[in-house]
């Protein structure tokens, strides 16, 4: 069994009293509380969005197979991102490292597929940009001044 061990310089009781302080701070709740909402937005648009193309898988000219792996895939990137939201808001580092990473690349990924001719539906462009949009704002949450300063400091 693995000993938890503070970095050089602080107690482990310090260290403790500290990541409690700055993760209970109104402002640090308040920015994981906005990036929670717009996560779980993100998610309940991916799952929508996937369960109609499931729906409406028979229509080709509505739904492609493309259409279905993009689907899937973004319902799986939603749902982890939600687990990173949760686990950095509980303190985690590596999670909030991974966090500003996944959102900023998610964000490159649906530009990409906005602009690529003729492989995806208008349809599933438009929800690509809302949810685009949604993932902008946690992107700026996360790399905001006050969550990197917290994160810094643990």
């Known amino acids: 069994m693995r000993e ?3 970095p050089r310089g ?18 640090t709740r308040r920015a994981f509380r906005t990036v929670r909402r717009l996560v779980l937005a993100y998610l309940g648009i991916s799952v929508v969005t996937l369960a109609a193309a499931i729906a409406l898988r028979d229509h ?3 739904v492609n197979a493309p259409v279905l792996v993009r689907g899937t895939i973004v319902v ?20 909030f490292r991974r966090l500003r990473i ?3 690349v998610m964000i490159v990924a649906i530009a990409t597929i906005i ?15 809302v949810c685009g949009l949604v993932l902008l ?6 790399n905001g001044r006050h969550l990197r300063s917290v994160f810094a400091r643990l």
């Open 4 to 6: 938890h061990t503070a």
């Open 10 to 27: 602080r107690s482990a009781t310090s260290m403790d009293a500290m990541n409690s302080t700055d993760l209970q701070h109104p402002g």
């Open 60 to 62: 080709h000219t509505v």
């Open 76 to 95: 799986a990137g939603a749902a982890l991102t939600l687990l990173m939201t949760v686990r950095a808001a509980n303190g985690s580092r590596g999670a």
């Open 102 to 104: 996944l959102s900023a």
């Open 115 to 129: 602009a690529l001719p003729g492989t995806f539906p208008v349809w599933m462009k438009v929800e690509q940009g």
């Open 137 to 142: 704002g946690v992107a700026a949450v996360v």
